[in-house]
């Protein structure tokens, strides 16, 4: 009886952590104030003023669009397959947001040895599905991003994952008992500040996955795949009405929750300070603010790299990866493995 | 490493997975713009900028992808190789062709011995 009680009450975290925080709810608020902060960012970058009219400073700008598109007529083109596509966009953000679950903030936290081969196969499913929800719809232009976007994916999922995996590796050795956890690598991040190498790996690591986050993002210079002025709008053509406002949220969550766990998995999250969400305590507040600050600065040098660039050739872009971000990943990798 | 809790991690893994896809259908659902389509004119064609092209040729190439990968990784190896040895004389290409059926010959080799 004790038993199923506990079960129980365990379901009740694990539904608490799927559908409030850290899951559907805080992210899609989350995603949508960081899609504010972005265009405002974005805006002043190029001499203008950005979201403005709706709440204070435009801040609601996001939610605003979000509800006109979900009341505008959505369009599905001959031979299109709508469920389909929002199926794929429905798994995609949620194997977006299932990866939350693995940070030391969640209520219910997945956590196990070797976790982080879990915590990997989530991540990758969230290009998988944007890839294959843009084919639920037959167009040349949308094919043609499509396989832009699968192109891609050859050269940034390998680097994204080789990086993420540098620091997991650097804590899980220092601690002696290779048990290779995404929440461990969180909780003893201080180990990585202890040793110079250490640090100097995850550095690299870090500059690698923010090319990678780059890419997987479609921003500038790697907005290959929905080439406006040359392709249409590449994958993103078909959509309309409520499809077009799902994929802008599932961007926008992507943008979020790989800025969230850069800021987590390379820069310690509220490291130096604590960070304990069931007791609250001075400590608790500035580890919030602490948090805040850094993924507003991970998210400042993606915009600043946005505005800053043009679009590269999809040649270039792969022979780019090539060279750097996967080469200095793996190198990184390499030497954590050794050192 | 403990087996059975890993399993338990992938099923709660997958099932917020799927869980949150499931919250998002019901999103488009409920949504008043998911039943709102007229089909009428031409809206329901694919959008193609004025372009023509038939339904029956949009497919992905998929050995596109990995030939691309390819001719780009391997782009130096190859221009090196053309640059050594395809000077348009006879002898050159001689050399050229011998050194790669011996290189065949010997991979053959070593893995009829490995099989």
Not at chain 1, 51 to 73: A, N, R, T
Not at chain 1, 139 to 156: A, D, H, K, T, Y
């Amino acid at each position: 009886m004790i038993l199923d009680v506990q079960a129980f009450i365990d379901i009740l975290w694990f539904l608490v952590a799927v559908v409030v925080f850290p899951g559907f709810l805080f992210t899609f608020l989350a995603a949508l104030l960081n899609q504010w902060y972005t265009r405002k960012v974005f805006a002043r970058m190029q001499n203008r003023i950005g979201p403005k009219y709706v709440g204070l400073s435009g801040v609601l700008q996001p939610f605003y669009d979000f509800l006109k598109l979900l009341s505008k007529e959505s369009i599905t083109p001959k031979f299109g397959r709508s469920r389909l596509y929002v199926l794929f966009i429905g798994i995609g953000i949620g194997s977006c947001i299932s990866t939350l679950l693995f940070l030391p903030i969640s209520p219910f936290r997945i956590q196990s040895s070797f976790d982080v081969i879990i915590f990997i196969y989530l991540g990758l499913w969230s290009s998988v599905a944007f890839a294959i929800a843009g084919l639920m719809f037959p167009n040349m232009f949308s094919s043609i991003g499509v396989s832009r976007l699968l192109m891609l994916m050859f050269v940034f999922e390998p680097a994204w994952v080789i990086s993420l995996l540098t620091p997991v590796v650097l804590v899980s050795k220092s601690s002696g008992v290779l048990s290779f956890s995404v929440a461990e690598t969180v909780e003893r991040f201080s180990v990585i500040w202890s040793n110079p190498i250490y640090l100097v790996l995850t550095l690299v690591s870090f500059a690698a996955a923010l090319v990678s986050l780059q890419c997987r993002l479609g921003l500038q210079p790697f907005d290959i795949f929905e080439a406006d002025s040359e392709i249409l709008a590449g994958v993103f053509t078909e959509f309309s009405g409520v499809k077009l406002a799902l994929a802008s949220l599932f961007h926008d969550i992507e943008m979020f929750v790989g800025a969230f766990l850069i800021v987590f998995l390379f820069l310690g999250g509220a490291f130096p300070f604590s960070l304990n969400l069931a007791q609250f305590s001075i400590d608790t507040l500035v580890g919030i603010l602490v948090i805040v600050v850094k993924f507003l600065l991970v998210v400042l040098v993606l915009v600043a790299v946005k505005a800053s660039s043009a679009r590269y050739r999809i040649d270039q872009a792969v022979s780019f990866f090539f060279k750097y971000p996967l080469l200095i990943a793996l190198a990184a990798l390499i030497i954590a493995t050794i050192v | 490493m403990d087996l059975t809790l890993t399993l338990y991690q992938t099923l709660y893994a997958s099932g917020a997975m799927l869980l949150i896809a499931l919250i998002v259908l019901l999103i488009y659902s409920k949504s008043p713009g998911s039943k709102k389509q007229q089909d009428e004119g031409d809206k329901n064609e694919a959008y193609l900028g004025g372009e023509e092209h038939p339904y029956d040729q949009e497919s992905v190439g998929s050995t596109n992808f990995f030939w691309s990968i390819v001719n780009q990784s391997l782009k130096n190896v190859y221009k090196k190789i053309i640059d050594r040895f395809h000077t348009y004389a006879l002898d050159s290409w001689l050399l050229y062709m011998s050194v790669w059926l011996a290189f065949l010959i010997i991979l053959l080799i070593i893995l009829v011995g490995i099989l």
